[in-house]
């Protein structure tokens, strides 16, 4: 399995950005699929994640700013961000968990300048 996440960039406090992940198998019924960020010097922590059950969960620090979506039929899975803070700032790894083993992307570096 092979996550290939992009967008990642330079963006100015306040302003959006889009991430976008691209899985090498279908991504229906997976049971999790989503983002994960790790920051400098800090625990990798989750940002949003689709659950078995469909539902999405997210980290309580980016509840109301970001949203994540997907598109079984592209195998493709996204994170929108909006006002974005200089705290979000991290490099940005894209899930997934088929029932049996973890996955990861290589990751997207975001970097939110103040």
């Known amino acids: 399995v092979q996550l290939q996440a992009s967008g990642g960039g330079l963006v100015q406090a306040g302003r959006s950005l889009r991430l976008r992940c691209v899985a090498s198998v279908s991504t229906f019924g997976n049971r999790a699929l989503g983002w994960y960020r790790q920051a400098p010097g800090k625990q990798r922590e989750l940002v949003a994640i689709?659950?078995?059950?469909?539902?999405?969960r997210y980290g309580d620090s980016v509840k109301g700013r970001f949203t994540i979506s997907r598109d079984n039929g592209k195998n493709e899975v996204y994170l929108q961000m909006y006002s974005l803070k200089s705290e979000d700032t991290a490099v940005y790894y894209c899930y997934l968990h088929d029932g049996l083993h973890d996955y990861w992307g290589q990751g997207t570096l975001v970097t939110v300048s103040s």
């Open positions: 689709f659950r078995s059950d469909g539902s999405a």
